[in-house]
């Protein structure tokens, strides 16, 4: 466990003792600072690590996002993690929406409060962001060798204090009034996660729950990928969870991926 930081109040021991009977995070380690926790997963998943391996790190000096933007945290406040899969081609379509799932799930439950998902994977309270996911996929000759799945999700920091971020996240602190033990959260996310990815390796439909769950179904929305922009009503979703815009003319389009933004 190189750069385990001592002062953490994660006790992954505890971390781990609730976690060996889950694929996922049954081999888990905690780094006091990593450049990303992304970068660090996809190493060690091409080293050969066992499927379901978890990183966790207090900082990250270059976390990211979605579209290589900055993933700005407060050390030794939020959870970063990264997890390592071995899906099929198949099973890896599904890993986005029940990690988006997991995350909707384990902060509604853990702060009472209403929580939504904003497509493809953002995760809000009181309509500001409180964590972002990440999926990747290493595929050589259309076989998929391993996807990195990376969390970020904002606990006991204050965003509202930063600048940058402050219009647009927030944290389950900061809509709640309470602090929480990330142990505990950590724990209930990757137990959830385990129990989602079980159900993608058997098969099973998360459509209708993800549909749910959008809030951005039946929004008039504009979606700007790389240099093609679209726009009309997002009217419902297909079984791997991309977005299906039906436009002005009453055509319809699937999404795949994209920045989302609602429109008067």
Not at 51 to 74: H, Y
Not at 174 to 193: K, M, P, Y
Not at 198 to 206: D, K, Q, V
Not at 209 to 231: A, H, P
């Amino acid at each position: 466990m190189t750069g385990l930081r001592k002062m953490s109040d994660i006790d992954i021991n505890r971390v781990r003792n609730r976690l060996e009977d889950c694929i996922v995070g049954h081999s888990i380690n905690l780094y006091e600072t990593t450049e990303s926790t992304m970068d660090e997963a996809k190493r060690l998943a091409e080293d050969g690590a066992p499927e379901g391996t978890v990183i966790v790190a207090e900082n990250q000096k270059a976390g990211r996002g979605r579209f290589d933007r900055l993933w700005m945290s407060e050390p030794g406040k939020d959870l970063l993690f990264s997890v390592v899969f071995r899906p099929n081609a198949a099973q890896a379509a599904y890993i986005n929406m029940a990690a988006a799932l997991t995350i909707w799930r384990s902060v509604a439950e853990a702060t009472g409060l209403d929580a939504s998902i904003k497509w493809p994977n953002d995760v809000k309270l009181a309509g500001r962001k409180v964590s972002g996911i990440l999926v990747e996929s290493t595929v050589t000759h259309a076989n998929v060798e391993h996807t990195v799945l990376g969390v970020g999700l904002n606990v006991n920091s204050s965003p509202g204090a930063v600048p940058e971020i402050a219009a647009t996240a927030t944290s389950m602190y900061s809509e709640s009034g309470r602090t929480f033990n990330r142990a505990d959260i950590l724990i209930e996310v990757l137990r959830e996660l385990d129990r989602r990815y079980a159900l993608i390796r058997a098969g099973s439909s998360m459509k209708e729950e993800w549909s749910s769950r959008l809030e951005t179904l039946g929004q008039r929305v504009r979606v700007q990928w790389k240099d093609n922009t679209d726009e009309g009503i997002a009217t419902g979703v297909d079984e791997i969870g991309n977005l299906i815009l039906t436009k002005a003319d009453g055509t319809t389009k699937t999404i795949v991926a994209g920045e989302v933004t609602l429109q008067a």
